[in-house]
């Protein structure tokens, strides 16, 4: 219970902190300190991918496959080259500084958000982004490249440059990494506005249809096959986030119920259920007991000490159901004349 308390003072404290208003400087100020963190991590992992570059761009060219190849127009086409990879590669790797730095900015405006929730977030945001890549990169751009690439023109040959190649990979890695943020956006709604799992579920048809629009426009093949790839992903993840924004309605639910029945139980983070039974109530320790009245010790020589022992005697026998106020007794003594006689003539006197 103590440790309980302890949590709960903390919490109104961080309330407290939160609740002072800040100034349009601060914020200005707090958005450049986030900027520079987020420009410091860009330019730290572009920087660390240069000496990848060769096994980052066999990656990049693997789906295109032996039968092309690709080349550059203008002198200065191989250094633009290298420095767009270094530059997506760099912005991929830095995706999870950019996105703790957006929450951590925007978090004044939502409700109040442990720290444990941001990291929980930013991890799952990170997670999403590389299921994403994996997504566009193993299975829809395959068969956007095959399809545009296998298209047979008269005296037309095929010539890819490095800059189109390079637009046209990363346009379909960007795209399904953005489409897999959905469940993350649901969420970060929910945190704002409540939403119900009801009213999300009657959306599916018109989730289905702008997830092929977006897949139109996103995909620049007129294929359909290749557009349903793109659109699958995107009713999916709307699955996905209507079950997880169900499953923090219901850890919502449970935390108010647990508060009405009792008043001073911690918020509990979503997704966390603990049914740990409450304390029994402890007994309200005993009063303590008088000192007990000193002892005189009689027999002292001087008046008070004879006074004192007397009242104490006094004492003794109320207390043992005797008459109390009775002084002691005083022997008596019988004096008698003396006798007088004669024993052989001669007078004595007894």
Same mark, same amino acid.
């Given at each position: 219970?103590?440790k309980l308390?302890?949590?709960?003072?903390k919490?109104h404290k961080?309330?407290?902190?939160?609740?002072?208003p800040v100034?349009?400087?601060e914020?200005?100020h707090e958005? #450049? %300190?986030?900027?520079?963190?987020?420009a410091?991590?860009?330019?730290?992992?572009?920087?660390?991918?240069y000496?990848?570059f060769?096994q980052? %761009?066999?990656?990049?060219?693997?789906?295109?496959?032996t /039968?092309?190849?690709?080349?550059?127009?203008?002198p200065?086409?191989?250094f633009?080259?290298? $420095?767009?990879v270094?530059?997506?590669?760099g912005?991929i790797a830095?995706?999870p500084?950019?996105?703790?730095?957006?929450y951590?900015?925007?978090?004044?405006a939502m #409700?109040?958000v442990?720290?444990?929730?941001?990291?929980?977030?930013t991890s799952?945001s990170f997670?999403l982004?590389?299921?994403? %890549?994996?997504f566009a990169?193993f299975?829809?751009? &395959?068969?956007?490249?095959?399809?545009?690439? *296998?298209?047979?023109?008269?005296?037309?040959n095929?010539?890819?440059?490095i800059?189109s190649?390079?637009?046209? %990979?990363m346009a379909y890695?960007?795209t399904?990494?953005l489409?897999?943020?959905?469940p993350?956006v649901l969420?970060l709604?929910?945190?704002?506005t409540?939403?119900?799992?009801?009213?999300?579920?009657g959306l599916q048809?018109?989730?289905i249809?702008?997830?092929f629009i =977006?897949?139109a =426009?996103?995909? &620049?093949?007129?294929?359909?096959?290749?557009?349903?790839l793109?659109? $699958?992903?995107?009713?999916? $993840?709307?699955?996905?986030?209507?079950?997880?924004?169900?499953?923090? @309605?219901?850890a919502? /639910?449970?935390r108010a119920?647990?508060?009405?029945?009792h008043?001073l139980?911690? !918020?509990?983070? !979503?997704?966390?259920?603990?049914?740990?039974p409450?304390?029994p109530?402890?007994?309200?320790?005993?009063p303590?007991?008088?000192?007990?009245?000193p002892q005189?010790? &009689?027999g002292?020589?001087?008046?008070?000490?004879?006074?004192?022992a007397r009242? *104490?005697?006094?004492?003794r026998?109320?207390?043992?159901?005797?008459?109390?106020d009775?002084?002691? &007794?005083?022997?008596?003594?019988r004096?008698?004349?003396?006798r007088?006689g004669?024993?052989?003539?001669? @007078?004595?006197?007894?």
């Amino acid at each position: 219970m103590k440790k309980l308390i302890q949590t709960k003072t903390k919490r109104h404290k961080a309330t407290r902190t939160e609740s002072i208003p800040v100034t349009f400087l601060e914020h200005v100020h707090e958005l #450049q %300190v986030r900027l520079t963190w987020v420009a410091v991590a860009f330019l730290l992992a572009s920087a660390a991918a240069y000496p990848f570059f060769d096994q980052i %761009v066999a990656v990049l060219v693997k789906p295109l496959g032996t /039968k092309h190849q690709l080349v550059y127009l203008t002198p200065a086409g191989a250094f633009g080259f290298i $420095m767009q990879v270094c530059m997506y590669v760099g912005f991929i790797a830095a995706l999870p500084v950019i996105i703790y730095q957006i929450y951590q900015f925007i978090m004044p405006a939502m #409700q109040r958000v442990e720290r444990k929730k941001v990291v929980l977030y930013t991890s799952l945001s990170f997670i999403l982004a590389l299921v994403g %890549v994996s997504f566009a990169y193993f299975v829809v751009l &395959p068969g956007a490249l095959y399809f545009l690439t *296998g298209l047979n023109l008269y005296h037309i040959n095929p010539m890819l440059t490095i800059d189109s190649y390079l637009s046209f %990979v990363m346009a379909y890695i960007i795209t399904g990494a953005l489409l897999f943020q959905l469940p993350l956006v649901l969420l970060l709604i929910d945190s704002v506005t409540p939403l119900k799992p009801s009213k999300l579920m009657g959306l599916q048809g018109h989730v289905i249809l702008a997830a092929f629009i =977006i897949a139109a =426009i996103a995909s &620049p093949t007129p294929d359909v096959v290749n557009q349903t790839l793109l659109a $699958m992903p995107i009713v999916i $993840m709307y699955q996905f986030g209507v079950v997880l924004v169900w499953l923090k @309605s219901r850890a919502r /639910k449970q935390r108010a119920a647990a508060q009405q029945e009792h008043p001073l139980a911690l !918020d509990l983070p !979503d997704f966390v259920d603990t049914g740990a039974p409450a304390s029994p109530p402890t007994a309200a320790p005993a009063p303590p007991r008088a000192a007990p009245a000193p002892q005189v010790r &009689p027999g002292l020589r001087s008046m008070d000490g004879i006074r004192a022992a007397r009242a *104490g005697n006094t004492e003794r026998r109320r207390v043992a159901g005797q008459t109390a106020d009775r002084p002691l &007794p005083r022997l008596a003594v019988r004096t008698q004349p003396p006798r007088q006689g004669t024993i052989d003539g001669i @007078s004595v006197r007894g």
